[in-house]
């Protein structure tokens, strides 16, 4: 089992331009989760789905961001013209039931740089 | 909005010497409690968790201590090791997804 794996770790976007993030959960895990981190900050929440499902989106800002977890593939984070301050790095879980308690695991991130 | 913090952005520790890094939660409400390690460039690594019907829990080497009555919460290290260097976040877990991480406590452990 590979575990939680994000990609790409690293990307540069400039302004105006679109980011996908990918989140691929650990093998028999069926919910994800998002949560971004501001430098030197801890993270915070995003948004809760589970397949095909979003669950809770309430930390998800109300414009140029969305994200999906379809039947087949990754969970997809997008972040539409992007600005400066959507720099951080965005980090996914995933777990086979509701919650980030032992049996839920985090990706390395990825580090989002805009320019 | 609710916010858990912590009191020391930074804490140096002998190696071999115990560690103690704290954390404060301002949601009353709050009733489960994980202590995460994060090693630079990497993400959050569950450590150990707490219901707030305990007031202690001990793993391997960690011991996390909860007092509900002043809102705070801490995790002890047992003979600190040089890979125990990372950043610690405390967060809360009122609910069972949405957790609230406090900024961290950067732990560097001397040799």
């Known amino acids: 089992n590979a575990g939680v794996m994000q990609n790409p770790r690293h990307l540069v976007r400039r302004r105006g331009q679109e980011a996908r993030l990918r989140c691929s959960p650990m093998k028999g895990h069926s919910h994800v989760y998002w949560y971004r981190q501001l430098p030197e900050e801890g993270l915070k929440f995003m948004v809760y789905l589970q397949k095909e499902n979003i669950i809770d989106e309430s930390g998800m800002p109300k414009e140029r961001f969305s994200a999906e977890f379809p039947k087949e593939g990754p969970s997809i984070l997008r972040i539409q013209q992007v600005v400066r301050g959507d720099s951080a790095a965005y980090f996914c879980?995933?777990?086979?039931?509701?919650?980030?308690?032992?049996?839920?695991?985090f990706g390395q991130g990825t580090r989002l740089t805009v320019v | 909005g609710e916010s858990v913090g912590l009191h020391l952005p930074t804490l140096s520790v002998q190696e071999g010497d115990n560690s103690i890094i704290n954390c404060a939660y301002s949601?009353?409400?709050?009733?489960?409690f994980i202590w995460y390690k994060q090693e630079s460039g990497k993400g959050p690594q569950f450590i150990i968790d707490?219901?707030?019907?305990?007031d202690k829990r001990q793993g391997q080497r960690v011991t996390v201590l909860l007092n509900k009555t002043v809102k705070h919460l801490s995790l002890q290290i047992a003979a600190t090791q040089p890979g125990d260097s990372a950043v610690y976040f405390c967060a809360d877990g009122a609910g069972s997804y949405q957790l609230t991480f406090g900024k961290g406590t950067k732990l560097s452990v001397i040799p």
């Open positions: 707490i219901r707030s019907n305990m």
């Open positions: 949601n009353s409400a709050s009733d489960y």
């Open positions: 879980a995933s777990s086979p039931t509701q919650g980030l308690g032992t049996e839920a695991f």
